[in-house]
């Protein structure tokens, strides 16, 4: 190695991560990246994933593929355990092998969020999160086999609760679900069915919040709602749900018996508070300074969904944009103190506006003082999003996915596949943080 | 139910079953197809999703889609642990909840093979096979593991074991799938890694038999040869690997160290023949009739892998096209049964050949006296695949991506995926079976 050059090392492949490692692109530095999986994930498509419409390979990219051109740039595959501030290194554990030391000069944490239970993790079982591909193929198999359990029930009592689906929490992802949920059961299911009506099944959508998508305004709000009604979901807003377990969720006195309940309600901060031991927020996020440096920490940064930063007195949402916009920060504040030049003006996050999507053709979006609901909010959502996938291909191959879907109803990826236990790394079967930013809103909805 | 109409129940999704029950459309009766998975899997393309080229639901259809619109054709999903042939039903066990009695008249076995060890069943954890699309994810994840693990090493000279990939069995999986890793690396891997160089994996195809695909004329199973080698991959022919584990290979008196071995060598027929309680054949097949029906049973059927017949003097190979033939051959016997027609002539399989991949852009194609090697048959290759896949969208779907793949190098799904473990079904965590034909020449190919 050369020991010259200083080292810059990013933990993190998701949007904050690889803002970053592109940002330093020219700049005179050794850059490694750390992730626990190979691939970064398109974060806001994941529920497409979930709900069959696109494949995995459609929305996760390989990490040396983003980055192969950047010489510079090295991706380690790991999981990092750990923080050595006075020997300035990284704890790994590669591959649960041996644990390795990664030294820094400069160290990035960009590690993302994890779902959280509020204390209830018993409530995982039977409610799983949506967080990595691994997580969306294991809820597309929840969700397609309560149907064929349904389909080849004989007791036409027990038939209600496998055709129940109950959503925890309705920002961005329990709306997106619902709406997606909905879709499938009117187009692609609706005729492949011969003893159940697939349009006969009940999707809940549950709040503790006055309203769903609390991060836009409240007329927008309002349209989401009635969309999603008007889509046959029952909004419950203003309840909280009690309980979780195999059967369904208690709210207040009432049992909703259902076998597919899908947490998409709070989330929580990867460890790396922990791991430098510094003060973090209720939800576990680093607060740093306008620079996103750690205070008193002038060669760490904390960006993303990990990092606790107010604008304007309010703090930033955990979003892409302002993972993307702070990891490119970084990356230039980082450069030009290597290359001698003055530091930049203090981090200060642009939003470009939000949009959730509430069913085929139908989005809301709001940016300053325009607001739209509809389907040029759709399409419009579609264009960015396509516009933002890592990869020119995958931009093709979802486009052509969506317009097959929008003109047959057919769906990309209905597969139940029983995948073997994985060989590796089982010390976290269940809950799988992963370095991405998480969806708007989510962050809002705690209890 | 309606009682008085005839019942027939297909066991399998495969080739086999899809086409009995395809046959069956306008046949006055109830249909009922059991699979343990919920979708058809287009078997000779599963080395493409091993190695990165496509996406399971690429090559995945749900069988509920492709029967969608035969109104006498109920899906269920679930395992069938047996055959009551005095009370005429079908035992099957329904997403592992309860067991089931499904009732037939007719009853069709399509239940295709499952890798054999041929007595070692220790080989299976270190030696994965490549069956289900569940198989592939697993070792796609095994074979791009082993270049992370590569990239991370410290040691130097654990280096060239991680780098090492040896294939058990020289028949079209094991060729394929040395071809596709010889491609991978050369294209795909090449500018991504920053300490190993993955051009120099060795790459190693062991077979017990004198050549490689043995089932073709020894012109074109020599050209295979040529090509592999100019691929730079080792053929070991005549040589037994006599023991697995998970440090490599032994060959006679030589270890090779290898981190990654895939067995691409025996397989086994399903259990029907005990379900039936009748004779099988060496690989466990049923000996069937000329008309396909199991000897003194002329209401049940086997068919496809699972089924043992003769044919001038010379067994069925067991591959896709001679499962498709019979399916459709007991599909229209039955037909003709309940309609009051006459028994059809014998089952004569019409061979309309055989071909193999070698790498990008070559294959061998071999149809009555036409012999072809090159891009041509590659074309042909390319061109007859996409005619099959069961679904149009899909056709487009493999159609963009290999041409994408051809002229960019890049790969679709290079995705290591830690999946969750599967909730349901875990008895049998390793060695899955699947009802979908075999590659040609797997069968001859024990020793």
Redesign the interface.
Known sequence: MITNVPRVVIVGGGFGGIAVAKALRNTPAVVTLIDR???HVFQPLLYQVATSVL????I?S?I??IL??Q?N??????DVNGVDQEQKCVVVN??D?HE?RVPYDYLILATGVRHSYFGHDGFARFAPGLK????A??IR??I??AF??A??E?DPKLIPELMTFVLVGAGPTGVEMASAIATLVRS?LR?????IDPMSARIVLVDIAGRVLGTFSERLSDKARQRLERLGIEVRLGQGVDYIDEDGVIIGNERIASKTVIWTAGVTSSPAGKWLNVVTDRAGRVRVENNLAVPGRSEIFVIGDTASLDQDGKPLPGVAQVATQQGRYVGRLIHRRLVGKSAPQPFRYFDKGNMAVVGKGFAILESGKLQLSGFLAWLVWAGVHLEFLA?R?LR??VF??WV?TYL?G?R??????????????EHE??V?SESVAASAGQLNLTK
Chains 1, 2 share one sequence.
């Open positions: 999986n190979n691939h494949s995995p390979a459609q996760g390989p040396r593929g192969r051109n010489q740039t090295t991706v380690i595959l790991g590669k591959d092998r390795d990595t591909l691994a997580d193929v294991a198999n929840k397609l086999q064929e359990r389909e080849s004989n692609t005729s492949e069915f011969r003893h990869q291909s093709v191959s052509v996915q097959w047959t057919a990309g990826a209905r597969l139940i596949v029983k995948h073997h236990v994985p060989p590796l790394t079967p269940r799988q």
